[in-house]
């Protein structure tokens, strides 16, 4: 576990950093670190070793080193985002707020949230589902394995996602045209199913479900990560094992009893990295077909970046320019 994820490692390096602040030439014994941090002698000694492991602390494990931090960092699009929300009520505002601290997403017990709310155990847990009915987060809870495979000891601190309560948007016809090309390819991507050579059959039969994801508005980015692709599986039925995780993206329609694709729920995050539409320019010096997501015109856009891959020369005004950014060649 990160420092960063310790509630005592927080304290302790907290205690270290105010110390010396105050009294750079004097250390602190354990014993005494612990008593300002209401930690024992032994769990202190333990604590401040993994803090040292980690960098943030020096060789004597009683001085910050230089820089150093302990915590999740502040994003402020995230607190941004959870002082202006509109929340189901000033309890859930404040279990938002509380949360946006740690990021757009992060870890959590009950009792801190608790304590950063300044509300009880019990309201928390009562109000916790009204954030989820409203879309604003996600909450998972996450098991701790135990050394036999298969079997869990447990459970540890649940995972949170703040989610802007929007959908994604459905697609244009134009962009449903591309949509069997693009279905292909993400299957293409999950290693662990092509990997297993499974049949042409089965392979079609995915990527039309695949199609359904992506008409309903699902990103790619967010599809690869719900199906795995970046996890080195070794699975007995791959295609059985795709079909579950693709069942578990589909909804049952409440008027109509059908099942269908379940929208795409879009996080904060997303509203705070704005994707730029790309499009094809020619390179001013060779004239080569460069794809560009630069907002301006493409008049000193260059097909190797900062470079031309033909010439191999930079004019001056291109070459200064910020807002290029070419990201393929294609001719």
């Not at 699975?235 to 109509?256: G, I, S």
């Not at 997303?270 to 997501?293: F, I, K, M, N």
């Amino acid at each position: 576990m990160s420092p960063d994820d310790c509630d005592k490692c927080r304290r302790i390096f907290a205690a270290l950093d105010a110390h010396q602040k105050q009294e750079p030439n004097q250390s602190l014994t354990a014993r005494q670190i612990g008593a300002a941090v209401e930690l024992k002698e032994r769990a202190t000694r333990v604590h401040l070793t993994h803090l040292y492991e980690h960098g943030r602390i020096d060789a004597t494990r009683r001085a910050p080193l230089a820089g150093a931090a302990v915590g999740q960092p502040m994003l402020p699009g995230a607190q941004e985002w959870a002082a202006s929300v509109v929340a189901p009520d000033p309890t859930c505002h404040k279990c938002l707020i509380a949360l946006s601290g740690k990021g757009f997403d992060g870890v959590y017990d009950t009792e801190w949230l608790a304590a950063e709310a300044g509300e009880s155990v019990r309201s928390i847990e009562r109000h916790r589902p009204h954030i989820v009915a409203w879309k604003l987060a996600k909450f998972t809870p996450v098991s701790i394995p135990a050394e036999t495979a298969g079997r869990f000891q447990g459970r540890g601190r649940s995972r949170f996602t703040l989610m802007s309560g929007l959908y994604a948007r459905r697609l244009t016809e134009a962009e449903k045209a591309t949509v069997p090309a693009r279905a292909a390819a993400l299957v293409g991507k999950i290693d662990w199913y092509v990997k297993a050579g499974v049949d042409h059959e089965d392979r079609v039969g995915i990527e039309i479900a695949m199609r359904w994801m992506l008409y309903a508005g699902w990103p790619e980015e967010a599809l690869l990560q719900a199906l795995d692709a970046s996890k080195e599986r070794q699975v007995r039925r791959p295609h059985a094992y795709m079909a579950k995780l693709l069942a578990k993206l589909r909804e049952e329609d409440p008027v109509t009893g059908q099942v269908r694709p379940r929208r795409y729920l879009v996080p904060v995050r997303d509203l705070y990295t704005p994707q730029l539409e790309r499009r094809g320019v020619a390179c001013s010096v060779c004239g080569s077909v460069t794809w560009t997501d630069s907002p301006t015109g493409g008049e000193h856009v260059l097909c190797g970046g900062a470079v031309c891959l033909d010439a191999g020369i930079a004019p001056q005004r291109a070459s200064s320019d910020a807002s290029v950014t070419p990201l393929i060649r294609t001719a």
